[in-house]
C-alpha cells in the first residue's frame, strides 16, 4: 500500500525534473519547461484533494469541481487560440508587395541565432524568387548582441548576394510593435507614402501575433513564414505563443 504511494507521487516529480531540466538547461526549450512544471503542480493539486476526499472534508469537492472546471476552460481557451497560430503560421499563397519587412531575431554576438538564421534563409529565398522586392530589416541591438539585428541581417544577406541596395536598416526596434511601426516610418521617409500593404516575414509560429500587430497598425500583411529547423524548439515556441497573444488581446502593443 504505501509503495504504491509512493510511486504515484513520482509521476509529478518526474514532470517536474523534466520542467527544470527543459527551463534551466536547454536552450529554445524554457515553456515546454513551464508546461511540465505545471503538469506536476496540477497533478499534485488532484493528489492533495483526494487525501482531503478521503477525511470527508467537504469542501474538498467544490476545489475538486473549480480545478477541473478552470483547468477545462484552460485547455479549451489554448487549444482554439493554437489553431489560430497553426492556421496563421502557414502564410498565404504568391503574395503581392513591393516592400517586405524581415523581423529580426536573437544575435549571438555577431552570428545570427539558429531562429535569426531561419529567417535569412527564408528572406534570402524570397527575395531571389522576388527580385524587385525591398526588404526592410528591422531589429535593434541587445545588451547582450555584439551588432544590431538588423546590421547581422544586412551583413548575412549582402554575403549571400542580396544588392545591398535592396535593403534598408531598421536598427532601433526592441518589439514587434516597434518593428513595424519603426518600418512603415523609415519607407514613408524614403518614398513618401506609407504602403497600405506589406510583406511580413517571421517565424512561422509567430505569423498570428505578428499580424495582429500589423491590423493595429492599420495595413494589410501578407504573412511569409520561416520553417524553424529543431522539431522540439518549433514545439516549445508554438505552445508559448498562446499567452503572448492573449497578452496582446488583454493588454495591446
Request: glycine fraction near 8%; charged fraction near 15%; proline fraction near 3%.
Amino acid at each position: 500500500m504505501y509503495v504504491r504511494k509512493l510511486w504515484k507521487w513520482l509521476i509529478p516529480l518526474a514532470f517536474l525534473l523534466l520542467g527544470i531540466f527543459c527551463f534551466c538547461a536547454v536552450h529554445g526549450h524554457d515553456f515546454l519547461g513551464i508546461v511540465s512544471c505545471s503538469i506536476a503542480g496540477v497533478i499534485c493539486c488532484y493528489y492533495l484533494i483526494a487525501m482531503l476526499r478521503n477525511e470527508r472534508i467537504f469542501a474538498a469537492k467544490i476545489l475538486n469541481t473549480v480545478l477541473t472546471f478552470l483547468l477545462c476552460l484552460g485547455v479549451c481557451a489554448f487549444v482554439i487560440t493554437e489553431a489560430f497560430i497553426v492556421q496563421a503560421s502557414r502564410g498565404e499563397k504568391d503574395p503581392q508587395f513591393t516592400y517586405l519587412v524581415v523581423l529580426g531575431a536573437k544575435v549571438n554576438g555577431t552570428s545570427p541565432s539558429l531562429s535569426l538564421n531561419d529567417r535569412l534563409q527564408s528572406a534570402y529565398e524570397y527575395m531571389t524568387a522576388h527580385p524587385n522586392v525591398i526588404a526592410v530589416l528591422s531589429g535593434g541591438q541587445g545588451a547582450d548582441e555584439g551588432i544590431s539585428e538588423a546590421q547581422c541581417m544586412y551583413n548575412e544577406l549582402t554575403k549571400r548576394g542580396i544588392r545591398a541596395d535592396r535593403l534598408w536598416l531598421e536598427d532601433q526596434a526592441t518589439s514587434t510593435w516597434e518593428n513595424l511601426q519603426f518600418s512603415l516610418r523609415i519607407i514613408e521617409e524614403k518614398t513618401g507614402t506609407r504602403p497600405q500593404t506589406i510583406g511580413l516575414l517571421s517565424s512561422e509560429y509567430h505569423l498570428y501575433r505578428a499580424g495582429l500587430f500589423a491590423d493595429a497598425c492599420g495595413i494589410d500583411a501578407a504573412l511569409i513564414p520561416a520553417g524553424t529547423s529543431w522539431p522540439t524548439i518549433r514545439l516549445n515556441y508554438f505552445m508559448r505563443e498562446v499567452p503572448a497573444v492573449w497578452k496582446f488581446i488583454i493588454f495591446g502593443g
